[in-house]
């Protein structure tokens, strides 16, 4: 049996959702470009989160 990460997961349900959504509107989106995006956003809040003035140590 294959073991999923919990960001695997998450990327799966979200794409799923957007995909699903987009059909509704007419729209039909490239599953790999959704993960993909979703990934790249994933990645930019962690940073974002890391980089966040509470989470930096004081150089002083």
């Known amino acids: 049996m294959q073991s999923v990460s919990k960001n695997d997961l998450l990327v799966e349900i979200l794409s799923e959702e957007a995909i699903k959504n987009s059909e ?4 039909i989106l ?3 470009s959704v993960q993909s995006s979703i990934k ?3 990645i930019l809040l ?3 989160k890391k980089l966040h003035p509470q989470n ?4 002083k």
């Open 24 to 27: 509704i509107e007419g729209e």
């Open 30 to 32: 490239n599953r790999e």
């Open 40 to 42: 790249k956003k994933l």
């Open 46 to 48: 962690r940073i974002k």
């Open 56 to 59: 930096l140590v004081s150089l």
